[in-house]
């Protein structure tokens, strides 16, 4: 099945794409859902989408991923289109990616959904770490692609464009299998040395008792867009998939004086490419390091619900389910009338919030404080007199509920952070 877009290219430079995809059984993401998402993210790369395709399968054809007949068929609509590139929904096996290059010409590009979100990090990635995090999935996508690749990549990829931002400037007939692994472990090296300055940062945040939470969610739910929000700040926020790649943290004192920080961290999507996941590990290790995870939705999206599948799963694989997490629906601005009380019956526990107009916001900080204030430790402690940095301490990192000057010391009723519980045990004592 085809559906085809007469659509005007964005510029005169832009590719020209034909995006694939494959409905199979028991699916949670309906095809259409899948190819519009995928279109958005060739849009994101910079080509523009002029037809899809799409076929039924129960079993995958192991040359050439969907039918022959089909892969005869978007030969045709590259010719038709005059496309320079077709995308298809899944990953290729290398064997099948050949196979059909050499159904639809030399002169079309074809790079599967992996490649593409390769492609997009490429282009978005700003911090070293970024960078080295995206070249080392894409290095490790390439390796097993190198056999038959060369003649391919020298006539079409050497020239830019989707799917080309691959080796960082370097040509890739300079590159084989010996020098691609050489190169994998280089950035692997250069990635654990900056692995380490980031623990150290990591484990001074830890030891600093201030409650840490962390923004996750699919790509363009809104997290960035809360975090300046909340904190007033002014992260990079666009309508796009993957505007944010490189983790950002802000301080923020809540009402009742409270320091706490707020981490946003790159966006999840369904089928994101398991090489990305573990090369982005150190940056999503931001997310393991928190107290609280808002899970940020997109409530406008029609397929909300598979999002927060798709996140919750991505949750799991990095180790960060046991972390409480609290669902913040976002967006609700541009709900229709019954949608928002139909979200609300479904997810009671969740908080529902518009960034554009703030609503729900104000809720949103008093649910992060009730939150923080339930994993202290209540505790009554004097605390002597010489001890006047423990006094300090206390007015900085915990929240003080009552405070009298004796003669031997200061007594305090406290709620302390699990971090500083060791601090001032020696102090307590019992409530009179």
Known sequence: MAKLHAKKLQSSYAERAIIVGVARPQSEWGIESSLNELERLVETAGACVVARTYQKLETLNP????GS???????????TYAADLVVFDDELSPSQQSNLESIVGKDVKVIDRTALILDIFALHATSREG????????NEYLLPRLRGMWAHLASNRMGGGVGSRFGEGESQLEVDRRM???????IKRELADISKTRQLQRKQRYGSGVFKVSLAGYTNAGKSSLLNTIT??????YDKLFATLDSTTRQLVLPEGREITLTD????????PTKLIEAFKSTLDEINGANLILHVVDSSDPNAAAQIDVVNIVLEQIGAE?????EVFNKIDLLEDGQLEALQSRYPQALFISTVTEEGISELIKRIGLVAASQEVLKEVLIPYEKGDLVSLAHQRCTILNEQYTENGTRMSIRIAPEFINRFEPFEVTQE
């Open 63 to 66: 040359r050439t991923f969907i």
């Open 69 to 79: 007949g089909k892969a005869e068929e978007v030969a045709s609509l590259c010719l």
């Open 131 to 138: 960078r080295l995090q995206v070249r080392l999935a894409q």
């Open 180 to 186: 691609v692994r050489k190169r994998i472990t280089s």
């Open 232 to 237: 007033g700040s002014e992260v990079l926020s």
């Open 265 to 272: 961290t790159v966006g999840f999507i369904q089928k994101l």
């Open 322 to 326: 046991e972390i409480p997490r609290l």
